[in-house]
């Protein structure tokens, strides 16, 4: 929301994916004011600390005020003209999420459906403000989880905002059954196989035919996990085996298992096992 501010804003951005379907800002500012504008993409306002004012103007003419702070979440829709001021410094995170994500989330595929977001202010959301907050982390750490990671944050902000703030021209379709088997090893397979890399959830999808959307719910459907889920355990499994097969240092383990530093397998491994990959080696040969 305040990426048109003055220069006594800061500013940060990365794109969520490979395209500009998800892009998150981070930005700090000192008092000061948005004259109106308008946003190509839908617009999920996050404070972190301070309190905004939006105003906007009815279709009677009227003009309507919203406050936001560190408490709850504010939804802006594509092409709602809005204008912001502040009394006082803030920080906040906005999330764009782009027309077409969202009406591919409100399908089972690729196919376009027309879905009108609901104009939100001072809604209390605490998925959106986790979901918000985890990726403003990945930011600031450099994103060590990974792509996968990441891009499933950002499909199930999508699929939270069709569900609760949208009104949607059809209604999603029920997608009820899981993946078949072919498919089910094909993705499966093409995880196992690429491990060490940075997956992304395209990259999945794409190995066995699928949109995104369709994939990721069909895959936890089948197998009651996320795709991000099964392969954090995926690297688990073959960490445990390099741990105990060989000699190998922590860092190439890390490295051969598609951890993006030795810090993250370590909190990733103790995690799931209770211990860190070094107490668990001594562990097992002792």
Not at 39 to 56: R, V, Y
Not at 88 to 113: C, K, M, N, Y
Not at 166 to 183: H, I, K, M, T, W
Not at 277 to 285: E, I, L, T, Y
């Amino acid at each position: 929301m305040l990426a048109a501010a003055k220069s006594d804003t800061q500013v940060i951005s990365y794109n969520v994916t490979r395209s500009d379907d998800v892009r998150l800002r981070h930005w700090r500012a000192l008092p000061g004011e948005l004259p109106e504008f308008v946003h190509a993409d839908h617009e999920i306002n996050i404070p972190i600390s301070g309190n905004l004012t939006s105003t906007k103007h009815t279709a009677v003419g009227s003009c309507r005020a919203d406050r936001a702070n560190s408490t709850n979440v504010c939804i802006v829709p594509a092409g709602q003209p809005v204008a912001v001021r502040w009394n006082e410094e803030v920080e906040g995170v906005t999330i764009s999420l782009s027309p077409s994500l969202v009406s591919r989330a409100a399908s089972r595929d690729d196919t376009r459906a027309q879905v009108e977001i609901i104009e939100t202010y001072e809604a209390e959301d605490q998925l959106v403000r986790e979901i918000g907050l985890a990726l403003l982390a990945e930011l600031m750490n450099g994103k060590p989880t990974g792509r996968l990671y990441a891009e499933s944050l950002a499909q199930t902000l999508a699929l939270h905002i069709v569900r609760r703030y949208s009104v949607a021209c059809r209604a999603p379709e029920d997608f009820r059954g899981g993946l078949s088997g072919y498919n089910l090893r094909l993705a499966e397979e093409f995880i196992n196989e690429h491990l060490s890399q940075d997956l992304s959830l395209a990259d999945i999808a794409a190995a066995v035919g699928l949109s995104k959307f369709h994939f990721a719910r069909a895959f936890k459907r089948s197998t009651n996990l996320t795709p991000q889920r099964y392969l954090t355990e995926r690297r688990i499994e073959r960490a445990k085996r390099l741990l105990s097969e060989s000699e190998l240092p922590l860092i190439e383990v890390s490295t051969r298992t598609g951890f993006k530093s030795q810090s993250h397998f370590t909190t990733s491994f103790r995690r799931f096992t209770n211990m860190t990959p070094k107490a668990w080696r001594h562990n097992k040969f002792s």
